[in-house]
Every structure is written in C-alpha cells, then in structure tokens.
C-alpha cells in the first residue's frame, strides 16, 4: 500500500500528539482493546464494512475518476450528500503535509459515516459507525486500481482518534486551532476541542466557513500570524463569508461551500457518536467486571453493586445530555448555511402525524426545533446493552414529563418537552409500555 502514514518522527504528528497527550495527562482511556470489547479484532457490520464485503462479490463497483479520485462514487455508494461538504486547512490531520490553505481538505457525512478527502491525497479517510464497535476506520487507496479495496485502520489513526477529545473510546474530533498562513497550528495561542457546547467565538479556527451569522463571530476563514496573539485574529475578516472564491481555487472540489450549518449538524453528531460508544461499551465492561466480582465473592450476578450502578448511571447521564443538547451554546442571532444541506438534512423525517420531526431546524437561537437528537433513531441507539439503553429512556421519560426539572433540563420549556415527547411516542419503535403512559 502506498499509503503514508505520518511516522512519530513526522515533526508535526509530534507536536500534535504532544500537546495532545499532555493536555489530557489525566484522562482514563477505556480498556477497549481486551475482551469483552476487542476493538481491535472483533469482526464489524458497519455500513464500510457492508459494502466491502459487496464490493468482494462483485455486486457492487466504485468508479475512479479525476481530480478527485473514487470520491464521489464513494460518498454516491455510501448515499454521503456532497452538501455535507466542509473544508478544514489546518494541519492537523493524518495527511497534513498536503493540506494548505489554497489546498483545504474537505469532509462528508450522513448518519453513519464520515469521509475526508485531501487534494493528491495517498488515501480517502473515512470512519463508519458500527452497532457495537462504535466508530471503525478506513481507507480506501486512490490510486486507480483494478480491485479497489477498503483497509481498516487501527493504530494509524487511533493515535489522534482515541483520546480525551473522544471520550476515551475511538472517536470523532473536531479542533478549531489558530491556523498561520501555511496552515500550521500557532500552539501557544492554544486551541479548542469543539461540539455542540463550543461557543461560536471558539469554533472554526483552521476551518472555511460559508454562511451568514449577523453580529456574532467566529474563528474561520482567517490566518494568525506565526508569532501572533489569540486577539491578533482577524475576525471580522472572516464573518459572514458567503464565497470562497476569492480565498481559493475551488475547481476541483465537489462543491464551492464549506456550509456554516453542515458544521454544526456535524459537531453536534459526533458528540453524540462518542458518547453512545462510550456507554455501549461501560455497560459491557460493567458486565464482565460484574462477573468476575460475583464469581470471586459468590454472589448473585444479577443484583448490581453499587460500583456498577454508579458506572452505568455516569454513562446513561451523559449521553442524555448529548441526546438533549445539555449545555448547547446558544446563538445570539441567526444563521444560515450556503449549500442545501438544511434543506436535504430536515427532509429526511421521520415525521409524526403532524409534520413535527426531530431533523427540523431552528438556527434563530438554536440548532433544532425540538432539541432531541435524530441519532436516538440509530442502530447503535438500539443496540445498546439493556442495562444502559433503559436507564437513558427512564431519564429522559422523566424530563420530557416534565418531572426531572432538574437545572441541567432547563433549556427545555414545557412546550419543549411535550412535542419531543410526543414526537418520539409516534416514530420511536420498542419504546417501554411506560411512555405511552398519558
Ligand atoms: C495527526 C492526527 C490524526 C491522525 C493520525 C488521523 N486523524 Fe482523522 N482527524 C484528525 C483531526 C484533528 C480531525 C478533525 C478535522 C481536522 O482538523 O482536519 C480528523 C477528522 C477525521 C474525519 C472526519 C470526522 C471527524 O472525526 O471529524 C475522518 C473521517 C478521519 N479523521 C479519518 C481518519 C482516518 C481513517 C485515520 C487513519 C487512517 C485518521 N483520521 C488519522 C486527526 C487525525
């Protein structure tokens, strides 16, 4: 394979995964490469590893054409909108030696896969979501080949993709750095790990953003200068952009936007991402510890301890957050992207009977309508270990009847609670008897 993979002696992986590893010097990574996880063994049934296996068979074929190799008939296969597309210019990626300004790298997603592609790039990047496995990775050569084939990737990218900034299981990330002209992080003026909670004045360092925001301002679309100060960036330079084209050539891209709404769809979903691996795979390692102690002391396996209540409460609590946007930085005027990414995301339903849909969106004050997130719709929604998945329908049952009025819930108004309530009751399947309690 020609792939290069940034070695520890690439300077620029160093200094990333330096300042990485000291920043998170005391994070607990989860023990996912052993039993009963295996992460990196277990066999996947992601949608990549679908369509590999389809691939195999001959049933399907993936075209290479120039500039952009298999791309858009991996993003058509895979069913990726092009309007998700995102440009990020920082070097702060596996293949950063080709990624600049002029030459940004772009990113695509839908709900269970994320692809990025570099201009001249050795590979496209993608990452798919696996029921059970959480986030797997991949590359897919781009070389023209007879027989292209994907490879999953472990190590190569788990070195950025496993870390605080990820939960601690293998992960999504977004950074917003303070990008020089050359795309290179100025580290002492620090960076960011972004969400949905990051307020917009931190997101979007090393990032092109198209799109209309009024008064407030983000970190896009500008360059601080090598030995420049946080206050030194530019950004009013870089507010309300609606074109690229001035900024670069953007002839061999599948499209001109770097749309401000698919990135924040994007940064709301791979929290989400992170946390269901992260609790899919607490309420497995909960199980084996459980075992081992019932089998050590003789006691009943199925009566859990106190240390395994707390474990799974901990994981079911925060995904809930996640899933109802605890904390969502709010914004102070509205925005609107440049691609018809809002439009092709709200279409996608599902859909109660009046219309009501947890794809639609605000973007007047904040991301959605009805702030519940549409990955409670996923397979690794459904595929959660029941001890986990009940106690997060218990919780948010609780907070949608309006009974946990508790402060972390208080973005969510009575008449907020009742339509995401009512919207799930209609489009949620194998919801427990107690929801359609009246
Ligand atoms: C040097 C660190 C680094 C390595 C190594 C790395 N990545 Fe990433 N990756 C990032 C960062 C940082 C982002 C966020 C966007 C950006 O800054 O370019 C990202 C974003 C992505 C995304 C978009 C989804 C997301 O998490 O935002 C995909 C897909 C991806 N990487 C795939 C891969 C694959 C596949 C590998 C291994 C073959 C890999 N990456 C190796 C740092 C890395």
Same mark, same amino acid.
């Given at each position: 394979?020609r792939?290069?993979?940034?070695?520890?002696?690439?300077?620029?992986?160093?200094?990333?995964?330096?300042?990485?590893?000291?920043?998170?010097?005391?994070?607990?990574?989860?023990?996912?490469?052993?039993?009963?996880?295996?992460?990196?063994?277990?066999?996947?049934?992601?949608?990549?590893?679908?369509?590999?296996?389809?691939?195999?068979?001959?049933?399907?074929?993936?075209?290479?054409?120039?500039?952009?190799?298999?791309?858009?008939?991996?993003?058509?296969?895979?069913?990726?909108?092009?309007?998700?597309?995102?440009?990020?210019?920082?070097?702060?990626? #596996?293949?950063?030696?080709?990624?600049?300004?002029?030459r940004?790298?772009?990113?695509?997603?839908?709900?269970?896969?994320?692809?990025?592609?570099?201009?001249?790039?050795?590979?496209?990047?993608?990452?798919?979501?696996?029921?059970?496995?959480?986030?797997?990775?991949?590359?897919?050569?781009?070389?023209p080949?007879?027989?292209p084939?994907?490879?999953?990737?472990?190590?190569?990218?788990?070195?950025?993709?496993?870390?605080?900034?990820?939960?601690?299981?293998?992960?999504?990330?977004?950074?917003?750095?303070?990008?020089?002209?050359?795309?290179?992080?100025? +580290?002492?003026?620090?960076?960011?790990?972004?969400?949905?909670?990051?307020?917009?004045?931190?997101?979007?360092?090393?990032?092109?953003?198209?799109?209309t925001?009024g008064?407030?301002?983000?970190?896009?679309?500008v360059?601080?200068?090598?030995?420049?100060?946080?206050?030194d960036?530019e950004?009013?330079a870089?507010?309300?952009v609606?074109?690229?084209?001035?900024?670069?050539?953007?002839?061999?891209?599948?499209?001109?936007?770097?749309?401000?709404?698919?990135?924040?769809?994007?940064?709301?979903?791979?929290?989400?991402?992170?946390?269901?691996?992260?609790?899919?795979?607490?309420?497995? +390692?909960?199980?084996?510890?459980?075992?081992?102690?019932?089998?050590?002391?003789?006691?009943?396996?199925?009566?859990?301890?106190d240390?395994?209540?707390?474990?799974?409460?901990?994981?079911a609590?925060?995904?809930?957050?996640?899933?109802?946007?605890?904390?969502?930085?709010?914004?102070?005027?509205?925005?609107?992207?440049?691609s018809?990414?809002?439009?092709?995301?709200?279409?996608?339903?599902?859909?109660?009977?009046?219309?009501?849909?947890?794809?639609?969106?605000? #973007?007047?004050?904040?991301?959605?309508?009805?702030?519940?997130?549409?990955?409670?719709?996923?397979?690794?929604?459904?595929?959660?270990?029941?001890?986990?998945?009940?106690?997060?329908?218990?919780?948010?049952?609780?907070?949608?009847?309006?009974?946990?009025?508790?402060?972390?819930f208080?973005?969510?108004?009575?008449?907020?609670?009742?339509?995401?309530?009512?919207?799930?009751?209609?489009?949620?399947?194998?919801?427990?008897?107690?929801?359609?309690?009246?």
């Amino acid at each position: 394979m020609r792939l290069r993979i940034p070695t520890s002696r690439s300077a620029a992986a160093l200094v990333w995964s330096c300042s990485c590893w000291l920043a998170c010097a005391a994070w607990a990574q989860v023990d996912y490469e052993q039993p009963p996880i295996s992460y990196l063994d277990s066999p996947v049934q992601d949608r990549v590893a679908q369509f590999q296996e389809r691939l195999a068979a001959g049933e399907a074929r993936l075209a290479h054409a120039a500039p952009t190799g298999y791309l858009a008939a991996f993003l058509q296969a895979l069913d990726v909108p092009v309007s998700s597309q995102v440009l990020v210019f920082s070097k702060t990626s #596996l293949q950063q030696t080709k990624i600049t300004p002029r030459r940004p790298r772009a990113l695509y997603f839908n709900d269970d896969v994320y692809v990025g592609w570099v201009p001249r790039g050795d590979v496209l990047e993608i990452a798919a979501i696996d029921p059970q496995q959480g986030t797997i990775f991949y590359t897919l050569d781009q070389h023209p080949l007879e027989d292209p084939r994907l490879q999953r990737q472990t190590h190569n990218c788990l070195v950025c993709h496993a870390s605080s900034h990820t939960e601690g299981v293998p992960g999504l990330l977004v950074r917003s750095v303070f990008p020089d002209r050359s795309g290179q992080p100025v +580290l002492s003026a620090g960076t960011f790990r972004t969400d949905y909670r990051s307020p917009l004045r931190e997101r979007w360092g090393g990032w092109y953003v198209t799109g209309t925001h009024g008064a407030q301002r983000h970190m896009g679309n500008v360059f601080l200068p090598t030995d420049g100060r946080p206050e030194d960036l530019e950004v009013e330079a870089g507010a309300n952009v609606v074109d690229l084209r001035e900024r670069l050539n953007l002839e061999s891209y599948l499209s001109p936007h770097s749309d401000l709404v698919a990135l924040l769809v994007l940064e709301h979903q791979l929290l989400v991402h992170n946390r269901l691996t992260a609790a899919n795979y607490s309420a497995r +390692l909960a199980a084996r510890d459980a075992q081992i102690m019932s089998a050590a002391l003789g006691t009943d396996p199925a009566v859990e301890s106190d240390s395994v209540r707390r474990r799974l409460d901990a994981a079911a609590d925060k995904l809930v957050a996640a899933l109802l946007l605890v904390d969502e930085a709010p914004l102070s005027a509205p925005v609107r992207g440049t691609s018809s990414f809002a439009a092709d995301f709200a279409q996608r339903g599902p859909c109660d009977a009046q219309g009501r849909s947890l794809r639609q969106l605000d #973007l007047d004050s904040r991301l959605f309508r009805y702030p519940c997130s549409y990955l409670i719709y996923s397979p690794s929604f459904a595929a959660l270990p029941a001890p986990v998945r009940d106690r997060v329908l218990r919780r948010m049952w609780s907070v949608l009847r309006g009974e946990d009025q508790s402060e972390p819930f208080q973005h969510l108004s009575a008449m907020d609670r009742a339509n995401i309530l009512e919207i799930l009751r209609a489009t949620l399947p194998d919801l427990p008897a107690y929801w359609h309690q009246r």
